[in-house]
């Protein structure tokens, strides 16, 4: 059997769970919750089933490349799809506590199930247009689950996020449309090839462009970041922890690999593009995070600085630098998820996010305090742990960019150095004002989350541990094909037209 006709598994399990969720939870309302965890447990273990597998193409309906849709499952989809289904099984386990002091349960849970099938797609799709429906089913999904609560932050935060949304998809939308009426197709492999024969004229940079500030929104990227530090500290956590650790990532992040590294070539122009866009975002982002007080902000603004840091990396352009990219895009998706689940967590137990309010909480959260300062410990690059090696990676990339670069390389690397300390400073911060020190008389009372809770973070938190103690390993198994798929244009190409 072809292992490409279970691909569309990827997007029909979790589509078809988020129009069944609504009916089920008129029978009993605790089924929304248990289908959500069956349906990302199953994509979990599909998902690994894949590993190590060779790339497989689906076509739909039995129209070949380039005339009909396609699914593609290589090492790029795969890495991406791993980490999408294993922090949205752990966010959904999460969610069975968390969520039971909301209302509308099911309305949540078939939400979370679009959004994953939404970001699923977007990852497993070979062709341009269809990118764009997954991408805007998962962000449509995300806009109401920002507004979830309903309050006024939360509605303002969401409308926000919808209209700079909306603006980045037009920008995309635009762009796929320019890039269509040059190449007469959609298929991103074919599109590729097309492109490789007509070579990158005005026109192709221009689209580039329109692309950049597309996905730069989508990925958050400095100056396209207005709508982030609104939006995650809105959502209920399990979300905020979604669109940090995933969204951003699956919307941004991969369509911009996917694209400039696989379909269109715009040669140095792009590289140096996303140096500068990733300097500047890991360190206005640092630096914006120092000043936070709220906890969910402060790790928004975290979240800018790291994917600065991921940007950076591939805008070196080497080997290296591509695998320290990877390697950060995985710990980020773990560590970030799990800071915005203790941050959850805190806020469930303590009514507030408010770093000045509290205090203390080792002595009565043990497990949430512990996976929190794992969770700090890994994104300040502390040895052991799995943030300490993606970034000493990209440090030494940059010092051995020198040699396309220049001297400037070095002061790059100094400033990711810098950036990794000021990082350290407000994670101390963090962790001083909320898990030491005496705690309030108003919070003597509070206790641990509950079990499905702490367990999500107990398990993001060995994971942070297990990427830095076996990080050989995690880098030729789950990194190593990714970059292979980014570093051979023509591959990707030859496996997905291979059928013409």
């Known amino acids: 059997m072809n292992s490409g006709n279970l691909l569309p598994l990827f997007i029909a399990v979790p589509l078809g769970a988020g129009f069944l969720i609504p009916l089920a939870v008129r029978l009993k309302n605790w089924l929304g919750g248990f289908l959500a965890l069956v349906t990302t447990g199953f994509l979990l273990v599909f998902s690994f089933s894949r590993l190590g597998a060779d790339t497989a193409v689906y076509t739909m309906g039995g129209w ?52 994953t099938a939404g970001m699923n797609g977007v990852v ?86 329109l692309f950049i500030m597309g996905f730069g929104v989508k990925a958050s990227l400095i100056p396209f970041h ?69 906890f969910k902000r402060m790790l928004a603004y975290s979240s800018i600085s790291q994917i600065g840091y991921i940007m950076f990396a591939f805008g070196l352009g080497t080997p290296l630098g ?60 502390i040895p052991p742990f799995g943030g300490f090696f993606s970034k000493i990676i990209i440090i030494i990339a940059a010092v051995d960019a020198a040699g396309k670069l220049g001297p400037i390389a070095y002061f790059l690397a100094a400033v990711t150095v810098i950036v990794s300390f000021l990082t350290l400073v407000y994670f101390v911060k963090l962790q001083k004002m909320a898990l030491f020190g005496s705690i309030p008389e108003k919070l003597t009372h509070i206790r641990e989350v509950p079990v499905s809770m702490w367990s999500a973070l107990v398990i993001l938190a060995v994971c942070c541990i297990a990427f830095g103690i076996a990080c050989p390993w995690f880098i030729s198994v789950f990194v190593e094909p990714a970059r292979e798929i980014l570093s051979d244009k023509s591959a990707y190409i030859m496996k997905v037209l291979e059928f013409m």
């Not at 799809?81 to 386990?93: E, G």
């Not at 043990?366 to 969770?375: E, H």
């Open 64 to 115: 070949r490349p380039p005339f009909g849709i396609n699914l593609v499952g290589d090492g790029l989809s795969g890495f991406f799809q791993i980490m999408i289904n294993v922090v949205a099984f752990l966010v959904t386990l999460y969610s069975v506590g968390y969520m039971k002091r909301y209302t509308a349960q099911g309305k949540y849970y078939s939400l979370l199930m679009l959004m």
């Open 124 to 209: 497993a799709t070979g062709d341009l247009f269809n990118m764009y429906v997954f991408l805007e089913i998962s962000a449509i999904s995300s806009y109401a689950l920002v507004a979830f609560g309903i309050e006024h932050e939360e509605l303002e935060a969401s409308f926000k996020y919808l209209v700079l949304g909306s603006v980045a998809s037009s920008f995309i939308l635009f762009g796929i449309a320019l890039l269509y009426s040059i190449t007469g197709t959609l298929n991103m492999a074919d599109i590729a090839r097309v492109l490789d024969t007509q070579g990158s004229g005005l026109m192709v940079k221009f689209i580039a462009a």
């Open 226 to 294: 207005a709508w982030l530090p609104d939006a995650h500290p809105s959502a209920p956590a399990p979300i905020s922890a979604m669109l940090s650790g995933l969204l951003i990532k699956a919307l941004g992040v991969y369509c911009i690999l996917r694209i400039f590294f696989n379909i269109i070539d715009i040669g140095n122009s792009f590289s140096n593009v996303l140096i500068i866009l990733g300097v500047v975002s890991m360190t206005g982002g640092a630096l914006l995070a120092i000043g936070q007080w709220d």
């Open 322 to 381: 591509m695998i320290g990219g990877l390697f950060h895009l995985l710990n980020h998706a773990f560590f970030k998820s799990l800071l915005f689940l203790c941050s959850g967590a805190v806020e469930y137990s303590t009514g507030t996010r408010d770093l000045r309010e509290l205090g203390g909480l080792w002595k009565k959260m043990p497990v949430t305090s512990a996976a929190c300062s794992i969770g700090a410990l890994s994104i300040s690059g």
